[in-house]
């Protein structure tokens, strides 16, 4: 399979303190990659850098282009979408409005009305609360809702920060259910962060462990998740 | 009774003006969470800009009218992208210093240019009053005509637009704009290019009435301060009945209550009590947020 993102040295960090400290990862194409870690391994940090939300260093390539320290929204017109940690709402605007937002850099007008009908066919939810104020949603529709406008960019690589944080389990069923059929369908290469590792793995073809801001495993799902230390640290058996 | 009647119309006249500065107000607010304290002296620039193009350049009025709220559009895009870019991260109270500053220096720069002598400033409507009344003339309805025009073009245009729709999501949540493509920057620039052409508009309007000179907005951006607090900070329709509300009120209290000289302490007295009681303002939108 063809190489989507390459991370090569990635160092970054906020003001005088180093987060990443020279990360080496890739993503392939039409796969989800998942990068499990503990608390403030870096796994936000790593997701920021690759859409230049903190100051890098090193080399991001996003199918063979460079992309390491470029302004956010020229990241986002290259076709890097992120789910935010917190979700990243726009409390004040209606559902509809926040997805719509989704492909402001969109032009193909047609096409965008037909994604929007898409999307909702995926969360029925979003559809029946489109004229709501978004900070009244629910934490679940929250979490649906910026999956939604982050699809709504049509992107060729998602990047998804802890979409399980704060839900229930039913919900964060439901919500995992979605992003492997989004996959499966539209062939969305997806990066995740998740400090639920089996859910993670399940779901990710390939994992990557950070430790205080360094990969230390790699390698397949499979692989990854019979790996002794990951096992006993991370999958707690 | 006629007297009654006659300071509710010139209530009405001069609410015009307030909702129009009012608008300002509101419309830097929604773009940028911030109140711009300089914006009755731009406001007055522009106008002493309007009147150069029609005494010294001879355009007729409405060309430069027109061609005043675009210099307004590209100087207020101007200033924010020079003097309030790099206090972009800084602590709200460098931001309201910088404001006085751009208040003191257009102040100063109007004197210079222009000298502090009282000018008239032409009106494009006819002078007779209208329908034979001898309340209101043709330039108070044409005010509240053109604000109310004003107010309506801008809420289409936040309410329609995907430009207008990419200001508003600046505003609120730049980081999350940012996520979406959104050139936050140049979103925050527009805002105040808009700003300042509906504070050049609001300042061609007065000037007629309270003539030209460099400290002409003082007493009006008090009221336009409130009024759009009263309507709701957020809320341009609200600032427009905002306006209308302090005008009347303002003249009324002016005539029977308190006399001519303490009418400007309505106006604090009104900001004072609508931030004790309902800081949201009368159409103001109380934000409903889950955690």
Known sequence: MAKLLEVKGLRAGYGPTEVLHGLDFEIEEGGITTILGANGAGKTTTLRAICGMVRVSGQVSLGGQAIAGKATEDIVRLGVAHVPDGRGTFVQLTTEENIRLGAYVRSDKAAVAADMERIYGYFPRLKERREQQAGTLSGGEQQMLAISRALMLSPRLLLLDEPSFGLAPLIVQEIYRILREINRKERVSMLLVEQNAALALDVADHAYLLETGNVVVSGTSDVIKNDETVRRSYLGY | ?291
């Open chain 2, 1 to 291: 009774m006629e007297a009654f009647l006659h300071q509710i119309f010139s209530g009405l006249a001069a609410g015009g003006i307030y909702a129009s500065v009012a608008l300002a107000l509101v419309m830097i607010y929604t773009a940028t969470h911030h109140i711009n304290f300089a914006q009755g002296e731009m406001a007055m620039f522009a106008t002493y800009i309007g009147w150069a193009l029609i005494e010294q350049v001879g355009l007729p009025y409405w060309v430069a009218f027109f061609l005043t709220i675009a210099i307004a559009f590209v100087a207020g895009f101007t200033i924010e992208r020079i003097v309030l870019r790099p206090l972009a991260d800084k602590p709200v109270l460098s931001i309201i210093i910088a404001f006085i500053g751009l208040l003191v220096i257009f102040n100063a720069l109007a004197g210079f240019f222009f000298s502090y002598t009282i000018k008239a400033f032409p009106s494009p409507f006819p002078t007779s009053p209208p329908f034979g009344n001898k309340f209101l003339s043709w330039h108070d309805l044409g005010t509240v005509g053109i604000t109310v025009m004003v107010l309506l073009l801008l809420f289409g245009f936040f309410r329609f637009t995907p430009l207008g729709l990419a200001m508003r999501a600046a505003a609120f949540n730049p980081e999350s704009a940012r996520l979406v493509g959104i050139r936050v920057g140049l979103m925050l620039a527009l805002g105040w290019g808009l700003a300042a052409s509906i504070g050049g508009i609001a300042g061609m309007l007065v000037a007629h009435v309270v003539y030209l000179d460099p400290n002409m907005m003082s007493g009006i951006l008090l009221y336009g301060f409130a009024s759009a607090l009263l309507g709701g900070i957020d809320n341009p329709g609200g600032a427009v009945v905002g306006g209308f509300i302090v005008g009347v009120a303002e003249n009324l209290l002016g005539a029977y209550v308190i006399g001519t000289e303490l009418k400007l302490s309505v106006a604090l007295v009104l900001i004072i009590g609508v931030l004790l009681v309902r800081p949201a303002g009368l159409f103001g939108r109380r934000l409903v947020t889950r955690v």
